[in-house]
């Protein structure tokens, strides 16, 4: 089932393609302000086999767009990570009962990361596990500005 998934999702390209344009230029706004710790980058850099995800995204919401333009950053520096994208409705039927996420608990972005053979090896919901009890709060701001990119690697590493 995961693999299906990742093969019948839509690539990078199509994600900026379908965006309208303020959604396109904001996209790109973010991801000149993306930049990742030496520690960040070197993990990056260390993946020395596949990974795929699939990520369940929306080019309206920011929260989607800095986890988008952060992807793009990441695959950037290593060949060995792989990701399709899927619209929220197919997350929220697919990836929702992959991670168990009620419908009303389901949120884009909600990515899965899988190892060489499709197994679920992580996931990613919303945003960074950090805010999880606090919410971005005073971070808001320079989250979906692009300035918080280490903190989805972790989570998605």
Do not use: Q
């Not at 998934?5 to 000149?32: A, H, Y």
């Not at 793009?72 to 929220?88: G, Q, R």
């Amino acid at each position: 089932m995961n693999e299906n998934l990742f093969t019948d999702g839509f690539s990078l390209d199509n994600f900026i393609e379908i965006s309208s344009k303020s959604e396109r230029e904001r996209f790109f706004e973010v991801e000149k302000n993306i930049h990742f710790s030496d520690d960040i980058l070197e993990k990056i850099k260390s993946i020395n086999e596949k990974k795929y995800i699939v990520a369940s995204v929306e080019t309206w919401c920011p929260y989607a767009r800095v986890f988008t333009a952060t992807m793009k950053k990441m695959l950037e520096l290593n060949s060995n990570i792989k990701i399709s994208f899927v619209t929220m409705g197919r997350g929220l039927f697919e990836i929702a009962e992959v991670l168990e996420i009620e419908e009303d608990d389901f949120v884009v972005p909600t990515a899965i990361v899988l190892d060489k053979d499709f197994n679920l090896i992580n996931s990613f919901i919303g945003f960074p596990k950090k805010y999880e009890e606090t919410g971005l709060g005073s971070s808001k701001n320079d989250y979906f500005d692009g300035l918080k990119a280490d903190e989805i690697i972790i989570d998605i590493l």
